[in-house]
């Protein structure tokens, strides 16, 4: 993907730019800071994806002569601010939660530090990014758990936009889903990519057994049939029939799934396709992939509910100034006085407090006053440091980025989910999995 | 937008394009077509969007050498198919709803006639965009209908991915949305752009006079200044000291809303600004926007609940094949025998019966057999006919795409909203306000 993303940005982000070049404030060093105030409504955790993304996406973050020429002619700033923005680029630094984190209310997600104009501007860019994927791989997450190691296939991309879709894919890859039926997403990120046919090609020819000796001679016996488009049953046998007892899959998108899945098992088994594996496809969300826990099911497609956030399609991350530098270089926290949307300032640092059985335990977030001013906490055997830098002078860390970002954010994501207590896994509405406490 | 959008596409769309060249099936001419099924719970009408978007999207699906190189190396298809992919463009016909219609359960929404291989590629694209938009618009028009004139932006760029926002600013504006905080939108689209300055710009200076000065100073004393980052009460005193009477607006984010408004309306006549405005943004939905119908706020901004569909981020559409010619040359009507997943087969033409007060009373979607063996119905004054021709031999028609094409479908939607019966527009769960007839 290439393009410049400048414009991909609230219009009041500019004109906060133009007003703070005016009076100088704009040079004013800042901390800006990424969060979410709740989890969605009765979650235990959320995993923070989109961080990779957005690296990339702020490295693309130019005002080339197309947007200016817009800028200038629609007078969305003064003039002198053009000049400005045709010589921006980030060069600020960057530091958070690693892609593929858990998190909790209150947990810094994200730190900028850079100039007020540098940084302010990235701020729809930055909740954009975070806020979907993050969305999508929290409720992707909670598939995963209640699969039980059964693999998970994303393919909700005709349920949300067409860019929207290769996030999601890329999101539910790194909550732990195996593959996407998502072209983009295999080639922009390297996810494994899966899918066969559909109804259409079923109907397409003059019998389902036409469809199905087509569907073998060009993708081989090991291919997956759809066997539900007339009557499971006799699709099948005649799956079986026509691709033998080596097929490799049959695949069930609709009826009432526990008992379909049983009986195909059965009739698989008795045809002898012991090996042929079942995967379902049907409207499925964390809830019914529970449900069929106790099913011969031997993997799971999900649409809808994964690429939409399973009722949460915004994570509800904000993105707040927390403190800048006054004219004598202090830092001063800031934040806005307000009940319903209070928010903490100064600079974070956050750890996760681990009991001596590695189980998470409390979310620890440190108060300070801005980077110069406070002390690290010293990290321990049982403290667990949740921030690295990601991004430095405006270049973001590569090990982060692109398809090799993606893996690693994946295989981190693994391995925090082991540290989560057990009631992190309970479906129905709870509090926190742990509190957040300030320090 | 430019590039390629081959592989916003499913992987089992090209696997179904491989197996049915091999056996001859993928040049039959077919019928596919996008419906929904239902409404989201409980909703009334829905809102077609999405379709100007589409048109353009699907002149720009072909296959050019890098796509063609991933697939190979990939090995998505087979060598052959590559090649007939690298001629492919669309060259069949689509027709459907005009963007902006109203539509029920069951309208056929968007026909494409083209062989099978030509058209089932188009899927993917078509839900990601028609599911997406119309989610919004959807959500966006309940709004406008309980906003009673006063004017909505929509300013959720941040509750959704990057792109998508783009498209969410597009469908909100169309479903009477009046501007956007998105300036991609802007650019692309020609949706008039909006937004001053967030609590940020007041936190970065040393006083919320200074800030309310640096910004009247940059973007004059008709700006909108955001009052409510420490107290409204000394917010809006300062605001209209510093910017006078004449100050365009003032801008509320949080607090008790109803209460709010009231007393800052008061206080704004009190000091003279009796023509500043009020205008609102603490995250509201068509039920808050509802609940503030009595409070005197002259205009709304809405974020997350726009972009998200409002509980409905996908407007669950679908894409069938519907009919297809046998080798003889006749159509067949062709549809998935499944109770919880019907669709009718054949082809259709559809039309809205209005009653002698041009209030619509019924869809009734004409059923045939393909595009050569029905009669059209004959149009009168009590039956509006919905269908449109959108893209001939591959060929948009250029009336509904572009900027041009979103403020027709803009217009489009206004006219077809005074002709819904009023209980359309009622807030609460109900049944489709007309019923879908087959004929």
Known sequence: MTGSTALFTDRYELTMVDAALLDGTAHRESLFEAFARRLPDGR?????????????????????????EWLREHEVVRPATLDWLADYRFRGDIWGYREGEAYFPGSPLLTIRATFAE???????VLSTLNFDSSVASAAARMVSV?????????????????????????????????????????????????????????????EEEAFRAQVEALGPKTTLLVDTYDIARGVETA???????????????????????????????????????????????????????APVDSYGVGTSVVTGSGAPAAGMVFKLVARRDDGGDWVPVAKASTSKASVGGRKNAARRLDSTRTAREEL???????????EFAPDDQLRPLMVPLMRDGEADASFTGPEGTR?????????????????????RGEPAIPTTYR
């Open 44 to 68: 235990r955790y959320g995993v923070v994806a989109g961080t990779g993304r957005l690296l990339e996406l702020i490295e693309r973050f130019r005002f080339a002569d197309a947007e200016l």
């Open 147 to 207: 699969a039980l190691g059964r693999p998970l296939a994303e393919m909700g991309s005709r349920r949300t936009n067409e860019g929207s879709a290769v996030a999601a894919a890329r999101a539910a890859y790194i909550a732990g889903f195996d593959a996407t039926s998502n072209l983009e997403a295999g080639r922009a990120w390297g996810i494994p990519t899966m899918g066969t046919a559909a109804h259409a090609f079923t109907l397409l020819h003059d019998s």
């Open 365 to 375: 977030v440190f108060l300070g006053d801005g980077p110069d001013g406070a002390d």
């Open 240 to 294: 079986v029939r026509v691709a033998g007892t080596g097929l490799g899959a049959v695949r069930i998108d609709s009826g009432d799934l526990p008992t379909v899945v049983g009986a195909v098992r059965d009739q698989l088994d008795a045809l002898g396709a012991v090996d042929t594996k079942i995967t379902v496809t049907s409207d499925l969300d964390e809830f019914t992939i529970a449900a069929l826990s106790g």
């Open 408 to 428: 690693a954010a994946r295989a981190h994501r693994a391995e925090v989910m082991q540290e989560l207590p057990i009631e992190a896994f309970r479906l129905g």
């Open 119 to 125: 940084a302010v501007m990235l701020e729809t860019l």
